[in-house]
Nanobody, 118 residues
Framework: QVQLVESGGGLVQPGGSLRLSCTAS????????MGWFRQAPGKEREFVAA????????EYADSLKGRFTISREIAQYTVYLRMNSLKPEDTAVYYC???????????WGRGTQVTVSS
């Protein structure tokens, strides 16, 4: 099992930026990719971005390309999500997830709240 702990959420004004962090522990050797998802009130959880642990290739939700950037710190088993030009519609709980070899998104953090409001 992989344990994930997110941090970096908070309240930010429209147009502002935030950087979320997620650190993995436990069976980190089994991680194939890490990613971010979000869930807004009354909506289903949606994919935000993902990064492969080996090689660092990235994938983004089409609607977020250009504003959000995912990156990783291999030695720290940490993944980041840099969010720029934030909009009120980005308000959501952001979840970190890990994908293990041969599996789907199998491990999840508890989430961190991001609120974009003036």
């Amino acid at each position: 099992q992989v344990q994930l702990v997110e941090s970096g959420g908070g309240l930010v004004q429209p147009g502002g930026s935030l950087r979320l962090s997620c650190t993995a522990s436990g069976r980190t050797y089994s991680i194939n990719a890490m990613g971010w998802f979000r869930q807004a009130p009354g909506k289903e959880r949606e994919f935000v971005a993902a990064i492969r642990w080996s090689g660092g290739s990235t994938e983004y939700a089409d609607s977020l390309k250009g504003r959000f950037t995912i990156s990783r710190e291999i030695a720290q088993y940490t993944v980041y999500l840099r969010m720029n030009s934030l909009k009120p519609e980005d308000t959501a709980v952001y979840y970190c997830a890990a994908q293990r070899l041969g599996s789907t998104w199998s491990d999840w953090g508890r989430g961190t709240q991001v609120t974009v409001s003036s």
